[in-house]
């Protein structure tokens, strides 16, 4: 669109120029000149009949009749021609405003037009997920229940331990996917650090009696949404003892407003695309926890960051200064 009104621009120069050099034309007839200005120069090789845009004025040399040594010069000054090409300029201007604020308005139009069915395909993908989560709790509570009457009936076993290790697994799913569903910025509630992910250590510590955990976490008290939170602390937890080494070790600190979780494991390939969606390096999973931990950790104000070395291990830094009660 610039190039077109610049090209506009350039025709509507030259079409002034053509007019300037016609009135001065028609000045060298009759000599009355209001807008021009007349003078008589000697012959120097200046061509007749032709338009010099000069330094100081536009002039146009014309013949005197009877005259061997002079010619005679019609001129405007410079600064009458730039108003006239001001003029031009702002009139093409307002023009090209007006335009590029239709061709917007177009545009939005013709976006939200095209994509109405996008999000209204979206929402309904949203909806019918939520339905779906809802519908899981019936199912998964029948599951829990039977397992707890044969774990009764038959005592505790490998195989019924490998099915409430399944069933805990589909729960943490849905928490996940309702998590990522749902906004949790307005909700806020202060609790200890420290005792939180002691609880949330006890409790994961049950699915993996072969990993050690060590806490080392100062009394202080955050303010943020306690489920969201709780979402970050045991998505991060659970990863590192899912892809840890045998008889490893996870390590909690908090050191100046910073939460550390290290881990002595596998390690990470590309540390860089590890909050991606669907992105995952190992067969298990499928790739939205850590991508669901970047979306709390965003929402919550809590920036994330992460050392990864393959064979060696991982660890996770959480920024808590904004939560954190003074």
């Known amino acids: 669109m610039a190039a ?176 990522y569903l749902h906004a949790h910025t307005a909700q806020k509630e202060s609790f200890d650090l420290n005792a939180f992910v002691n609880e949330r250590v006890e409790f994961l510590s049950q699915n993996y009696r072969d990993i050690s955990f060590e806490l080392s976490i100062a009394k202080v008290e955050i303010e943020t949404n306690r489920d969201a939170f709780r979402r970050i602390i045991d998505n991060l937890l659970s990863n590192a003892a899912k892809y840890n080494k045998k008889e490893g070790s996870v390590v909690i600190r908090f050191e100046k407003d910073i939460l550390l979780i290290e881990d002595t494991g596998k390690g990470i390939k590309n540390p860089k695309r590890v909050f991606e969606r669907f992105y995952k390096e190992q067969e298990r999973g499928i790739g939205i926890g850590l991508h669901i931990v970047k979306k709390l950790c965003d929402e919550l104000g809590i920036t994330i960051e992460l050392t990864s070395e393959v064979d060696v291990g991982t660890t996770f830094r959480l920024n808590l200064h904004p939560l954190i009660k003074r």
């Open 4 to 179: 077109l009104f610049y090209l506009n621009f350039q025709k509507e120069q030259q079409t002034l120029d053509q007019q300037i050099f016609s009135k001065m034309r028609i000045c060298s007839f009759s000599l009355h000149c209001k807008d021009y200005k007349i003078d008589f120069v000697a012959k120097k090789g200046y061509e007749l009949y032709k338009l010099y845009k000069e330094p100081e004025r536009l002039s146009s040399y014309f013949p005197i009749p009877g005259s061997q040594k002079n010619y005679l010069r019609i001129y405007l000054e410079k600064e009458q021609y730039r108003a006239m090409l001001l003029k031009i300029q702002k009139q093409i201007l307002w023009e090209f405003v007006l335009f590029l604020i239709l061709s917007a308005l177009l545009s939005l139009l013709f976006a939200f037009y095209a994509l109405y069915p996008l999000r209204n395909a979206l929402h309904l993908t949203e909806e019918f997920i939520k339905d779906i989560l809802h519908d899981f709790n019936t199912p998964l509570a029948t599951l829990r229940l039977n397992i707890s009457m044969l774990a009764k009936e038959f005592g505790e076993s490998s195989k019924i331990k490998r099915v409430e290790h399944a069933v805990e697994n589909i729960l943490n799913l849905q928490a996940n996917l309702r998590s």
